[in-house]
């Protein structure tokens, strides 16, 4: 059974920087990609990145590129999002998940963007 678990999140200032992790369970780690989505009060869930298996590539959504990277350590289970230059419209809860399942999430974490 997946299991993802987030972890990192809080309340930053604008410009700030956070880094998130997620660890994953139930399934073989190093062989999947992992994605992160974001969820903001009253709006869907959003694509933020997305890391292949052995992290050989990456993407971004259009609105978080050339501020957060990812990366992970397959070692650990663990994918990363490092999240800097911060904007109040980075406000969310973020989720990873699996690429390719749309089914499995963790409970997400939140990310507050205030002054």
């Known amino acids: 059974q997946v299991h993802l678990e987030e972890s990192g999140g809080g309340l930053v200032q604008p410009g700030g920087s956070l880094r998130l992790s997620c660890v994953g369970s139930g399934f073989t780690f190093s062989e999947k990609g992992m994605k992160w989505y974001r969820q903001a009060p009253g709006q869907g869930r959003e694509f933020v990145a997305t890391i292949s298996a052995h992290g050989d590539f990456v993407n971004f959504s259009g609105s978080v590129r050339g501020r957060f990277s990812i990366s992970r350590d397959n070692s650990q289970n663990t994918v990363y999002l490092q999240m800097t230059n911060l904007k109040p419209e980075d406000t969310a809860v973020y989720y990873c998940?699996?690429?390719?399942?749309?089914?499995?999430w963790g409970q997400g974490t939140q990310v507050t963007v205030s002054s």
């Open positions: 998940g699996v690429w390719g399942d749309d089914d499995n």
